[in-house]
T-cell receptor
């Protein structure tokens, strides 16, 4: 597609349930990032993929959070046993790689845990 | 670790006023610096960037200069428009060290421009 696509755009889930958030990066972009945007914490880095591997997972807040990327393309962020503090907008970005290149962001998934 | 500090908002200006949004950073190595903008209802998009000391990034009338001596990257615009109303994020990337390209963001500054 023309841009980074994320789905769903909105997700309401009950506390304790698992959720999966999907990201389709720009075709050909080897680098993919997940960020979280919340009122109290601003924009936080979660995880970085280069191809299908994740050399930097340092931002994942707990072991309830995991992510994978397949075929060097689509990525899924999974949150297990959701808690209310997980409520936030989850943003995905992709780039052609390296710290000097522009990252293109998706519209995000707004997750609300009730 | 690396960090970015932005001036707190919201910033409210009249149309055609001069804008400055302050941004300072702490980093090891030689990061690249960015300003991203989030217009209402839209995703984050790159506004401008600078990759080395004394570089000036510019776009849509906005400018920012990479100042290594003051570790700053302040955003300026000479004459703001109502359409500039948005949230502005200063960010750095780890280019030159681990080079993952991950971004460290400031807290964001909301700008509201009134006609």
């Amino acid at each position: 597609g023309a841009g980074v696509s994320q789905s769903p755009s909105n997700k309401v889930t009950e506390k304790g349930k698992d959720v999966e958030l999907r990201c389709d990066p720009i075709s050909g972009h080897t680098a993919l990032y997940w960020y979280r945007q919340s009122l109290g914490q601003g924009l936080e880095f979660l995880i970085y993929f280069q191809g299908n591997s994740a050399p930097d997972k340092s931002g994942l807040p707990s072991d309830r959070f995991s992510a994978e990327r397949t075929g060097g393309s689509v990525s899924t962020l999974t949150i297990q046993r959701t808690q209310q503090e997980d409520s936030a907008v989850y943003l995905c970005a992709s780039s052609s790689g390296g710290g000097n290149t522009e990252a293109f962001f998706g519209q995000g998934t707004r997750l609300t845990v009730v | 670790g690396n960090s970015v500090t932005q001036m707190e908002g919201p910033v409210t200006l009249s149309e055609e006023a001069f804008l400055t949004i302050n941004c300072t950073y702490t980093a090891t190595g030689y990061p690249s610096l960015f300003w991203y903008v989030q217009y209402p209802g839209e995703g984050l998009q790159l506004l401008l960037k600078a990759t080395k000391a004394d570089d000036k990034g510019s776009n849509k009338g906005f400018e920012a200069t990479y100042r290594k001596e003051t570790t700053s990257f302040h955003l300026e615009k000479g004459s703001v428009q109502v359409s500039d109303s948005a949230v502005y994020f200063c960010a750095l990337s780890d280019y030159g060290s681990s080079n993952t390209g991950k971004l460290i963001f400031g807290q964001g500054t909301t700008l509201q421009v009134k006609p």
